[in-house]
């Protein structure tokens, strides 16, 4: 009898259409659980596999859209996805959209995640968007505890600002929910502040969420488990 899969090991199905999708998916079978939906997928049938792979095939799904709007579309929004019975779903975590966010979920299970500063992005990008000054930890953590106080499940956040976040007294019983992880001596990719499996899960992560290295890999199966192992390894 096999082991059920780790669920904190979300994989992001970052493939071009829902073909690609179901055929990672058969490749990793029982090794993951969890699957991460995004907007690149979106125009390829995203929305369609996402209700697949949950109603069919048993699985968990993070359905990543990053909503960001005026209050009355974030709701109408999150009220039409409400209705996929979907686990995940990520907005930006200002105020107003989180409040909204909540409102449309109202009366399902599924979870709003807020977005605090993509992982993909440093202080130069910040300052090219004109974001205000600051160290990027001290940015991250102040709007994760404002996203927390508009009602927010958990955030989104880099795994270098884990242990930030996870001290703050709002982030008691919340998710963190971090991308850019990447396995041992796995490229960095268009990510900028990363950290390895173990490391994210010591510094309070619930899930982590790992891509490339894992669908680009020789034997998918193999990366994902190596993953899930990795996360283990930091019992020890």
Known sequence: MTAPADDRLIVALDVPNVLAGLDL??????????????????????????????????????????????GATVEAAVRGIAQFDLDFLTVHGDPHVVRAAKQGAAGSDMKILAVTILTSLDRDDLDDSMIRDGAIPDLVTERAGRAFDAGADGVIASPNEAALIRALPEAAGRLIVTPGVRPTGADKGDQKRIATPAQAVRDGVDHIVVGRPVHTAADPRKAALDIVAEMASSRT
């Open 25 to 70: 998916v058969q490749k990793l079978g029982d090794s993951v659980s969890f699957y991460k939906i995004g907007l690149g997928m979106l125009t390829g049938g995203g929305l369609a596999l996402a209700n697949e792979l949950k109603q069919e095939h048993g699985k968990r799904i993070f359905l990543d859209m990053k909503f960001f709007d005026i």
